[in-house]
């Protein structure tokens, strides 16, 4: 069983906090390195799901770990996390996920570090891309123009979209990636039928869809196997 505990950690804006899960010991011996992950919340903050996230990708031999963006601060309400995510400094979160990729690889003594996100944290993952994550998977989020350098992503990542997405920009995710492609780097846009915003949220069923989530779960794993040396 993976083990869990609230770390703190330096960053370039100060001292962060964050959830952090180790493999098992038979998890840990089953992977060919000591990889690392972060894993970028929703809008919602540092809740029980994304919790349960870092946990499964520790099931998989990944030392996973979910900063706090929020400071503590969490909301199953829309209007309140649309409230939280509004009054969040992009600009602190970066310097806080780059803090947290630096401690798995300092203090953990991960090899590689990937990054995965949801919804308002996938645009940060692609955020993070440009920070030196060794690989990305972005769920139904990319960032608005001009919201990152995006000609700095060197690493091969994934972007995930329902077909009905109605937050972010689909199209212009997929501009990049062919963009990313022509320069050699491994990208690719899914986009899954009939599934929406927030597919992979199983806490969520007015928008789980068990199918897409799934695929995009194996999809994922496969990247970070591969990717994360």
């Known amino acids: 069983m993976a083990s869990e505990q609230n770390v703190q950690f330096a960053t370039g804006a100060g001292t962060a906090s964050g959830y952090l899960t180790h493999p098992s010991a038979a998890d840990a011996a089953a992977s060919a390195s000591r990889r690392g992950l972060i894993v970028l919340q929703e809008w919602w903050g540092l809740v029980p799901h994304i919790k349960d996230v870092a946990q499964r990708f520790a099931a998989q031999g990944f030392v996973a770990l979910a ?3 929020y400071h503590g601060k969490s909301t199953v309400q829309a209007e309140e996390a649309s409230h939280l995510m509004g009054a969040l400094d992009w ?12 401690y798995l690889r300092e203090v953990e003594g991960c090899t590689s570090v990937g990054v995965v996100g949801f919804c308002m944290g996938g645009a940060l993952t692609v955020i993070a891309a440009t920070l030196g994550a060794d690989a990305y998977a972005a769920f139904y989020g990319f960032p608005p123009k001009g919201g990152a350098q995006l000609d700095r992503i060197s690493a091969p990542g994934l972007l995930f979209f329902g077909e009905q997405e109605t937050y972010f920009s689909v199209p212009d995710a997929q501009a990049f990636a062919a963009s990313q492609v022509a320069r050699g780097i491994a990208t690719e846009v899914i986009v899954y039928a009939g599934a ?21 779960w194996q999809h994922t794993l496969a990247l970070f196997q591969s990717a994360l040396k």
């Not at 600009?91 to 630096?102: D, F, L, N, T």
Request: aromatic content about 8%; charged content about 20%.
């Open 91 to 102: 600009s602190v979160a970066a310097q806080e996920i780059a803090g947290a990729m630096r």
């Open 67 to 69: 900063p706090d963006l």
């Open 196 to 216: 929406g915003h927030a597919f992979f949220n199983d806490t969520r069923p007015e928008a789980y869809v068990a199918g897409p989530a799934a695929d995009a």
